[in-house]
């Protein structure tokens, strides 16, 4: 491993394969900073011509692969966590002026990325499978494989973690990938990933990158050679990538939308529930999908909580993270912001209060509070994926629960409370994938199986060894005789 720079160039001619550059039959296309429009690199784009020519080359190589022992590729998923966090500053850098980051939120992109690495090379040695009973003469075990190529699809907003969760433990058992990043962040989501593994020491052929949009997503879905889909993103798009998975009978794992609820119970510390209703809203602009969409705050507390939260988002600073230290930094395109503002006009115009925010300059969005909000209120009951965080009052833990309930998501759910066992009580009567008790609902770690019920995912897990062995290993039955049974004719 040498000590060069892993991301040298300004422009990436090429869709990356980890056997060299190749020409991409899409062109190129230019990579903006979300902060101040400025072109800052340009990408080679994939087209569908490109999948069908990295699926086949995955399927090629993965065969050997599968086939070296469990030391070499613990080897190479070691020495990528390795270079994770030797070039954390410079893939750092990538997610913050292409992806509109916070440092510190960069930060924790690459040490999870380099932790999903490390989680990975263990995966490789864990036992892949069990002796089952038999009422023959026979050995008969349930085996894990390898499925072959993994499809992976990520979307903007973690662009390094998202991918990563997949791909490292995916390539750990045995398997190749393609990975199709969100093309607003093909350099840190994308190439980052395969220069890492180039420079790990990967064997030809066994990750390829192609940045591109949903019609390379399709297409991924859709090629013969790819039999596991990895897909993270919206709820519309994971619907069509799960249909389209269906017609080609293969596995598709879906992690999608939310509007997770943070639940403060009258016995909650004021001043720390509104610090972490804050983060729960707007760390990231509000961009991620476990983003406490909803407040729900007792009577008792609500007007002195909406008054707190109201007075820290007018104090935080919002603008161009590589330049000045910023608690939130930019949206990451036009689209995206005038959704989210349409969203918050749509509530003011329902009876909504706006106690902070509401406003923009360019692609810098003011982090906002909403009170006075009903069910029925837009910015409350849909995905926002903004810096909004609107607030409404219950009176009793039944009304609570209700509310919570009130979702087609479920995602993540945080209750704040002084009583562990009431909140626990309470969490139980509410379907997530994910719970926290006294914290909010924004929180991942490589080793925790990560994953939604709903609208919010499959019930597909990703991180730890179980979730990873099911979601990129298939079973065998296999049964061995030490000599051929004679049959009745
Ligand atoms: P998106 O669904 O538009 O895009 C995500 C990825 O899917 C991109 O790479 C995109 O190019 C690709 N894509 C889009 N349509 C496709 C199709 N028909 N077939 C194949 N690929 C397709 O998502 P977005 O709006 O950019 O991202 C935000 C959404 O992602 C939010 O809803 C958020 O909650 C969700 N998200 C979920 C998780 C999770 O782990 N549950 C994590 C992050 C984001």
Redesign the pocket.
């Known amino acids: 491993m040498t000590a060069m720079t892993l991301l040298d160039a300004m422009t990436w001619q090429g869709t990356l394969h980890s056997d060299g550059w190749v020409e991409p039959a899409g062109g190129t296309a230019p990579v903006r900073s979300p902060a101040t429009g400025e072109e800052i690199a340009q990408v080679g784009v994939a087209n569908t011509e490109d999948v069908t020519r990295a699926c086949a080359r995955a399927a090629a190589a993965q065969r050997a692969w599968a086939a070296t022992g469990y030391a070499e590729r613990a080897a190479v998923l070691r020495r990528a966590g390795q270079l994770f966090e030797r070039h954390a500053a410079e893939i750092g850098d990538w997610i913050v002026r292409e992806g509109g980051s916070i440092p510190p939120k960069a930060g924790v992109e690459t040490d999870t990325a380099a932790q999903e690495c490390y989680e990975a090379a263990a995966l490789a040695s864990h036992p892949l499978g069990e002796i089952i009973p038999s009422a023959q003469p026979r050995l008969s075990l349930a085996r894990r494989l390898p499925v072959g190529v993994v499809g992976v ?6 662009p390094l973690i ?1 991918a990563t969760r997949s791909v490292a433990p995916a390539l750990a058992l045995g398997n190749a990938v393609v990975l ?5 962040t093909a350099v840190c989501g994308g190439i980052s990933i395969a220069r890492v593994f180039e420079e790990a020491g990967l064997p030809d052929g066994l990750l390829h990158v192609l940045p ?7 297409a ?2 859709a090629d013969p050679n790819v039999r596991v889909i990895s ?8 619907r ?2 799960g249909e ?1 998975a269906a017609r080609h009978l293969k596995r598709a794992h879906l ?4 509007n997770s609820a943070l639940i403060v119970l009258d016995d909650a510390d004021l001043d720390l529930a509104v610090s972490a209703g804050a983060w729960g809203s707007f760390l990231h602009q509000g ?5 406490t969409g909803r407040h729900l705050v007792h009577e008792s507390l609500s007007e002195r909580y909406v008054e707190r939260l109201a007075e820290k988002a007018n104090h935080l600073p919002v603008g161009d993270p590589a330049k000045e230290q910023v608690a939130l930094g930019p949206i ?1 395109d036009e689209h ?1 912001r005038d959704k989210i503002h349409a969203l918050v006009t749509a509530s003011v115009d329902a009876g909504a209060r706006l106690a902070a925010g509401g406003t923009y300059e360019g692609l810098f969005y003011r982090p906002t509070v909403l009170t006075d909000v009903t069910p029925a209120t837009p910015a409350y009951a849909q ?1 926002v ?1 903004g810096p909004v965080a609107p607030v409404i009052t219950f009176t009793d833990q039944d009304e609570a629960v209700e509310l919570a309930r009130q979702t087609e998501y479920g ?1 993540s759910l945080g209750i704040l409370s002084r009583d562990v066992m009431k909140a626990l009580a309470l969490a139980d009567r509410i379907p997530s994938g994910i719970v926290h008790i006294n914290d909010q609902t924004v929180s991942d770690e490589a080793v925790a199986p ?3 019920v709903g609208a ?2 499959t019930g597909s897990r ?1 991180g730890g060894s179980a979730a990873n062995v099911d979601a990129f290993t298939e079973t065998q039955w296999l049964t061995v005789r030490g000599t051929i049974t004679r049959y009745p004719f």
């Open positions: 699809i990520a979307p903007f907003n973690f998202l199709k990043p969100d093309p607003r591109g949009g949903a019609e390379v997503g399709e991924l879905v897909f993270t993103g919206s709820t519309a798009a994971g069509k990538v389209a992690e999608l939308g939310g961009q991620i999908c476990m983003t990451i995206q995905e994926f995602l990560f994953g939604g919010s995912g990703f």
